[in-house]
């Protein structure tokens, strides 16, 4: 018997530029957009490596684990590197970003990640970005793990590359990502002698190759599936529309903090910073964070994990992220970790799920989502 996940049909150039502006579409940009056939952080670090040089001045902010990850990148590549490393459970704050773009008037890049979904904290992307613009330097965003379910505003905010993967609250696949790229950075990737070249971390190929050619031959080796994956995920976005998509992200995090407080959970990141695509909790004092997840999921696959890296025996995470972006979803979540506390629990099961329905009917007032 032949799996129907075998022997997929080629995909032709114009399919794959056809997709190519699909994306460009909702992502409502006019910046040049190429389609890495890999996960979203291969294009994060061709952009640090493109744009990095020895004489180069860059902000970086230090979130975990991604915004580190990025300065570190630069590092390697050449540049002095100026790094922002936020409070415990915040996020940078921009008057801190002003700051440091007043105190060094030598950065000409400024990179950060505008949600990190290990801990579930959100940068103030809008104001951030404002402040670069305003010092003249270049804007690098990782929106791997924001778009779909924050805000985002490319073209509005000048961002010059932006980075993002359909995996997260585009629930698409995650072999396939997507790089947006100014014509200021195309220059001065291809000003810089240290810039990858005839690499996978070269984004200057994808602009010679694909961009600036006849387009009659798609770089490199087309991944069928993740291309097929990606379409249909796009098509369901443009279905349902990305503010009902967003809608639901922040419905659910309404829902996933009101639920845990009346739980006696108490949330990690601040209301102000909580990113949308996951929300992040603090685990009880005492309490292992990986042994609640263990025994809130025995028997049921509940969308509840553990903390990232070295947050994973004091956080808890409700994933929410896209087509787990639903109020069924966060109930389970709740009603299995109000089990799993036992006879730690401070609140009522039965309370924290009627909290969580209320907050989540406050945001989805605004029309129904199917």
């Keep these: 018997m032949t799996n129907p996940l075998l022997d997929p049909a080629p995909i032709s150039p114009a ?15 006019r910046l040049e ?54 409070a415990d459970h915040q996020a940078v704050r921009p008057e801190a970003v002003e700051n ?20 579930g904290v959100a940068n103030d992307a809008a104001a951030i970005a404002g402040l670069t ?19 985002v505003h490319i073209d509005k905010w000048a961002v010059d590359v932006a980075v993002l993967g359909p995996q997260k609250a585009l629930a698409g696949p995650s072999g396939i990502s997507v790089a947006a790229v100014s014509a200021r950075a195309w220059q001065e990737m291809s000003a810089n002698p240290g810039a990858p070249r005839d690499s996978a971390l070269s984004l200057l ?26 379409e249909a995920a796009i098509d369901r976005v443009f279905d349902e529309g990305i503010e ?45 964070a990986r042994l609640l997840v263990a025994r809130a999921r025995a028997g049921r696959p509940v969308a509840l994990s553990a903390g990232y890296g070295e947050l994973g025996r004091h956080v808890l995470r409700i994933d929410h992220t896209g087509q787990r972006a639903r109020l069924e979803v966060v109930l389970e979540a709740l009603e299995a970790l109000g089990d799993a506390l036992a006879d730690a629990l401070v609140g009522s099961v039965p309370e924290a799920l009627a909290v969580a329905e209320q907050a989540w009917s406050a945001v989805e007032h605004v029309g129904p989502v199917s």
């Design 15 to 29: 399919r794959f530029d056809r997709l190519g502006a699909s994306v460009a579409s909702l992502l409502e940009t």
């Design 33 to 86: 957009v190429v389609l890495p056939q890999a996960e979203a952080v291969l294009p994060l670090e061709a952009a640090a490596r493109g744009l990095s040089r020895p004489g180069l001045c860059a902000l970086n902010l230090d979130t975990n684990p991604y915004g580190t990850i990025f300065g570190r990148w630069l590092t390697e590549a050449g540049a002095t590197v100026i790094g922002l490393r936020p």
């Design 100 to 119: 440091a773009l007043r105190d060094h008037p030598e950065i000409s890049l400024l990179s950060f990640a505008h949600a990190e979904a290990a801990t």
């Design 133 to 151: 613009h305003d010092h003249g330097a270049m804007l690098v965003i990782d929106f791997v793990a924001s778009f779909g379910a924050q805000e």
């Design 205 to 230: 190929d994808w602009k010679q190759r694909w961009l600036d050619s006849d387009k009659s031959v798609i770089p490199g080796t087309p991944s069928p599936l993740e291309i097929i994956a990606f």
């Design 244 to 288: 009902s998509v967003r809608r639901r992200h922040r419905a659910c995090a309404a829902a996933s903090r009101a639920g845990a407080r009346a739980l006696g959970i108490a949330p990690f990141a601040t209301d102000a910073d909580a990113a949308l695509v996951a929300t992040t909790l603090a685990a009880p004092a005492g309490l292992d």
